[in-house]
C-alpha cells in the first residue's frame, strides 16, 4: 500500500502564509525536511498559502518526484448537491497542473454539506457508494491518484465509509483534547491532523505536564508527538509549521518515536476526565 511509503511527520502547509514567508525561505524548509526524511507534504488549493507551494515545489525539481503529497479534495463542495467524479476529477486536474506534479499520492476526500447533517449525508453517502468507489477506482487506474483517503467530519460517517468499503485511510484531529481519529475507528494506516491543537500545547498546565513525565521525561513539543504516534496503527502526523527553528525542533524528536501500543495507552489514561487538561 502506498501510504507505507509515508514520513511518519506530514509537513503541514497551511501555516506557511501565516507570516509571510518568501519563496526562497519556503524552499529552504522544504529543502531541509527532505534532507532529514520528511517526504510528505498536505497541501491544499483552499489555503492561503497554495501558491507559495506550488511555486517552491516547481523550484524544488527535479527532487519533488521523490516527494509524496496529500491534499484536501471535496466532493459534494458546501455548494454542491451531491458526489460528482466530474468536479472531483477537475479538482485533482488542478493540482496537478498548478505543482506540476504527475501524481497526488493522497487524496483526503471529503463530503461537505452545510449544514453538516448526518442523517441526510450519510443516506445520501449510502445512495453513491457505488459511483464513489467507482470513481476512485478510476482516477488510481488513471495515474492521478495513488490512494483515497477520507476526513469524516464526524465518527458515524466515518464509520459508515469504513462499512461501505469506499476508502482504507482514515485522516481525523488526534490530540490531547481530541479523539476523534480513534473514535471513528483506526484503519491500518491512519493519518493524525493537529497533534498540537493550532498551538494549545504550549500552554497546558503545569500538573498535566508532570503527568505526561511520568511516562518519560520529554518535551511538550516530543510528547504530543509520541502519544499519537506510538499507536501501531497512526502512521504519520500533519505537523503545520512555518519557520525553519520549528521543522528542525520536529526533525529533532520525530526519530526517538516508537510505535508501542502500551505507551499508546498510558497516554490514554491520563487523558481520560483529567481536571487539567482544559
Same mark, same amino acid.
Given at each position: 500500500?502506498?501510504?507505507?511509503?509515508?514520513?511518519?511527520?506530514?509537513?503541514?502547509?497551511?501555516?506557511?502564509?501565516?507570516?509571510?514567508?518568501?519563496?526562497?525561505?519556503?524552499?529552504?524548509?522544504? @529543502?531541509?525536511?527532505? %534532507?532529514?526524511?520528511?517526504?510528505?507534504?498536505?497541501?491544499?488549493?483552499?489555503?492561503?498559502?497554495?501558491?507559495?507551494?506550488?511555486?517552491?515545489?516547481?523550484?524544488?525539481?527535479?527532487?519533488?518526484?521523490?516527494?509524496?503529497?496529500?491534499?484536501?479534495?471535496?466532493?459534494?463542495?458546501? %455548494?454542491?448537491?451531491?458526489?460528482?467524479?466530474?468536479?472531483?476529477?477537475?479538482?485533482?486536474?488542478?493540482?496537478?497542473?498548478?505543482?506540476?506534479?504527475?501524481?497526488?499520492?493522497?487524496?483526503?476526500?471529503?463530503?461537505?454539506?452545510?449544514?453538516?447533517? %448526518?442523517?441526510?449525508?450519510?443516506? %445520501?453517502?449510502?445512495?453513491?457508494?457505488?459511483?464513489?468507489?467507482?470513481?476512485?477506482?478510476?482516477?488510481?487506474?488513471?495515474?492521478?491518484?495513488?490512494?483515497?483517503?477520507?476526513?469524516?467530519?464526524?465518527?458515524?460517517?466515518?464509520?459508515?465509509?469504513?462499512?461501505?468499503?469506499?476508502?482504507?485511510?482514515?485522516?481525523?484531529?488526534?490530540?490531547?483534547?481530541?479523539?476523534?481519529?480513534? @473514535?471513528?475507528?483506526?484503519? @491500518?494506516?491512519?493519518?493524525?491532523?493537529?497533534?498540537?491543537?493550532?498551538?494549545?500545547?504550549?500552554?497546558?498546565?503545569?500538573?498535566?505536564?508532570?503527568?505526561?513525565?511520568?511516562?518519560?521525561?520529554?518535551?511538550?513539543?516530543?510528547?504530543?508527538?509520541?502519544?499519537?504516534?506510538?499507536?501501531?496503527?497512526?502512521?504519520?502526523?500533519?505537523?503545520?509549521?512555518?519557520?525553519?527553528?520549528?521543522?528542525?525542533?520536529?526533525?529533532?524528536?520525530?526519530?526517538?518515536?516508537?510505535?508501542?501500543?502500551?505507551?499508546?495507552?498510558?497516554?490514554?489514561?491520563?487523558?481520560?476526565?483529567?481536571?487539567?487538561?482544559?
Amino acid at each position: 500500500m502506498i501510504i507505507s511509503n509515508l514520513s511518519n511527520i506530514i509537513l503541514g502547509t497551511m501555516r506557511l502564509a501565516e507570516r509571510n514567508i518568501n519563496l526562497i525561505d519556503c524552499v529552504k524548509i522544504f @529543502d531541509t525536511a527532505i %534532507d532529514k526524511g520528511i517526504n510528505t507534504f498536505h497541501i491544499s488549493s483552499e489555503y492561503n498559502s497554495f501558491s507559495l507551494v506550488t511555486s517552491a515545489f516547481k523550484q524544488l525539481a527535479p527532487r519533488k518526484i521523490n516527494s509524496n503529497v496529500v491534499v484536501k479534495l471535496a466532493s459534494p463542495h458546501f %455548494d454542491e448537491l451531491c458526489f460528482s467524479q466530474s468536479n472531483l476529477e477537475k479538482k485533482i486536474d488542478y493540482i496537478l497542473q498548478q505543482t506540476g506534479l504527475e501524481t497526488i499520492h493522497i487524496a483526503q476526500w471529503m463530503w461537505r454539506q452545510n449544514p453538516l447533517n %448526518d442523517s441526510t449525508r450519510i443516506e %445520501d453517502l449510502e445512495a453513491q457508494a457505488e459511483e464513489i468507489k467507482l470513481c476512485f477506482h478510476n482516477i488510481i487506474k488513471k495515474g492521478k491518484v495513488l490512494e483515497f483517503a477520507c476526513f469524516p467530519y464526524t465518527t458515524s460517517f466515518m464509520k459508515s465509509v469504513t462499512s461501505l468499503g469506499i476508502s482504507k485511510v482514515h485522516i481525523n484531529y488526534q490530540n490531547f483534547w481530541e479523539n476523534m481519529l480513534v @473514535d471513528g475507528g483506526l484503519h @491500518d494506516y491512519s493519518i493524525a491532523l493537529r497533534p498540537f491543537l493550532a498551538g494549545k500545547v504550549n500552554g497546558l498546565h503545569p500538573e498535566f505536564i508532570k503527568q505526561l513525565n511520568t511516562i518519560e521525561e520529554r518535551s511538550i513539543i516530543s510528547h504530543s508527538l509520541n502519544y499519537v504516534l506510538s499507536h501501531p496503527q497512526i502512521c504519520s502526523a500533519v505537523v503545520g509549521i512555518n519557520t525553519l527553528e520549528q521543522l528542525e525542533e520536529i526533525i529533532s524528536v520525530r526519530k526517538s518515536i516508537s510505535k508501542n501500543i502500551d505507551i499508546f495507552d498510558k497516554y490514554q489514561s491520563i487523558l481520560k476526565n483529567n481536571p487539567y487538561l482544559i
